[in-house]
């Protein structure tokens, strides 16, 4: 996105890369990530009233939390990977998931304080770092409880895929090596403290333009439902603005890295729709974000994979 114009900024979010741990568990709630990227663009796009952004797994949900909260600050919206998903005010998420995929489902797994750590230490941060980035069956993905990811040969040699280089992989490992895994499982123990602060907001719009981008064998579109929030009018009922939504046939989880660049035309045309005069724009991904473009990716199937250190306030 540079190379054709665009000044990016691809912060490593709260407890990822070079940006500090916040110690308190709570402290990785939406409203405390949409405040550090509030923040980030209040210093490096003080002039820009709006900013592009692009966001992948929780860089996409924590995108479509920028969008519902501060829409004032949002000029465009590509997301990838994970769709808006509206507050149900009758259930929080982890009882849905759990009763939906039982206790082994890998969101219930991460609930486990210290437990599930234990389990990642012993497999070791590198072998972890391959399954998830290696995953690509379309159905979910289960932990089971002292069985790793559930392989009959724990230590059978996993081979990258062939858009992912040894180079970046091992830029990967160090930075978990660094952080550990604490910071990025937080996000998903806030899932219910999500549920409960975002009350105010229950049946709110995304009132930006959006475009949305998935592969047809990611595990989030194969989920049970989604394909019809997403092609049968739910989404477009909850994002009003939706433009385009893009399937990828042939592509899983990390559509964006797998069909670089395809997926960088398709950002690249729905910006350049939205204005004739691309001076900023903004990306996110547990995968990055910001316009200038903030780009949010979250690698550990929420996962970040970015370059640029912010200091979050802790809290």
Same mark, same amino acid.
């Given at each position: ?90 259930? *929080? ?43 690509? *069956? ?8 002292? *069985? ?168």
């Amino acid at each position: 996105m540079a190379s054709l114009g665009y000044r990016c900024a691809a912060p490593d979010l709260r407890g990822f890369g070079d940006t500090d741990m916040v110690e308190t568990p709570t402290g990785y709630t939406s409203l405390h990530v949409v405040g550090d990227l509030i923040g980030l663009l209040d210093t490096i796009a003080a002039d820009e009233e709006k900013v592009f952004v692009v966001g992948h797994d929780w860089g996409a949900i924590t995108a479509w939390h920028l969008c519902l909260f501060r829409p004032d600050r949002v000029k465009a919206l590509v997301n990838l990977s994970v769709p808006f998903s509206p507050r149900n005010p009758k259930r *929080k998420p982890i009882d849905g998931l759990r009763a939906l995929y039982g206790d082994d489902y890998y969101i219930c797994r991460f609930q486990e304080a210290e437990a599930i750590e234990a389990e990642f230490a012993d497999i070791g941060i590198a072998r972890v770092l391959k399954e998830f980035l290696t995953y690509r *069956k379309p159905g979910p993905l289960y932990l089971p409880k002292g *069985k790793g990811f559930g392989h009959s040969n724990v230590d059978a040699p996993i081979d990258l895929p062939s858009w992912l280089s040894e180079e970046e992989y091992n830029y990967y490992v160090r930075k978990y090596e660094k952080t550990g895994f604490k910071g990025a499982l937080n996000y998903y123990r806030n899932l219910d403290l999500n549920w409960e602060l975002t009350a105010p907001w229950t049946g709110a719009k995304i009132k930006v333009p959006v475009k949305f981008i998935v592969g047809d064998l990611d595990l989030t579109y194969n989920a049970p439902g989604v394909k019809d929030y997403i092609h049968k009018g739910g989404l477009k009922r909850d994002v009003p603005l939706l433009k385009d939504v893009v399937v990828i046939k042939g592509a899983g989880h990390f559509v964006h890295e797998e069909r670089i660049e395809e997926v960088n035309k398709h950002i690249h045309d729905f910006f350049r729709q939205q204005t004739r005069t691309d001076t900023i724009r903004i990306c996110s991904t547990a995968s990055v974000l910001l316009p200038i473009v903030l780009v949010c990716f979250y690698v550990l199937l929420g996962w970040l994979t970015t370059d640029r250190a912010v200091n979050a306030p802790h809290s």
